[in-house]
């Protein structure tokens, strides 16, 4: 995915919507604080997101611009709706959020994205394989902090066995990675 493929979908989930913001919170976030991400972490063809505003419209954008859509076939990727409660996030996170807004591009809507950091927290308690691939590939080419991952990951409000568990695996990883 690329940066004006985000702003498409940030322009075609708002219309969809009848809102002027969302929440863009999948692994395709990263565009926002990276618009130039390595390609390693921009393979995902899917957007997730949910409206600020008109949470309830998830539906109607996963049924218009989602998987198998015309949109989909259209354009080569899609837009996930989903309710961001979804996902598990560091507290704190709307306020780190990084909007992607411009007047062209996404026509004045706004999508905010998830900053990195807790972009990849969210991503570790999901703990899917890909998932930690993701988190690794952030570490290894320095777009997130070891250091502000484990912050992140220790104000979550998780089990603590989990927490416990992501912090090793954070510990772990960056040791192999120096």
Not at 152 to 158: F, K, P, T
Request: net charge negative; aromatic share 8%.
């Amino acid at each position: 995915m690329t940066r004006e493929q985000l702003e498409h979908a940030i322009r075609a989930a708002c219309d969809v919507s009848h809102d002027t913001e969302l929440w863009i919170f999948g692994s395709q976030a990263i565009l926002g604080e990276y618009p130039n991400a390595p390609d390693s972490l921009r393979m995902s063809i899917e957007v997730d997101v949910q409206p600020k505003n008109q949470p309830d419209a998830v539906d109607a954008i996963d049924g218009t611009l989602g998987e198998l859509s015309l949109f989909h076939q259209s354009f080569g990727f899609y837009v996930h709706g989903l309710p961001i409660s979804s996902a598990t996030f560091p507290s704190g996170w709307q306020d780190r959020t990084i909007p992607v807004m411009d007047k062209y591009g996404t026509r004045g809507n706004t999508g905010w994205c998830i900053e990195s950091h807790d972009l990849a927290a969210s991503k570790l308690v999901a703990y899917r394989e890909k998932d930690r691939d993701f988190v690794r590939l952030l570490l290894s080419e320095q777009l997130i902090k070891g250091k502000v991952l484990k912050y992140r990951v220790g104000e979550m409000d998780i089990d603590s066995t989990v927490r416990d568990r992501l912090l090793r695996w954070i510990d772990i990883t960056l040791k192999e990675l120096s």
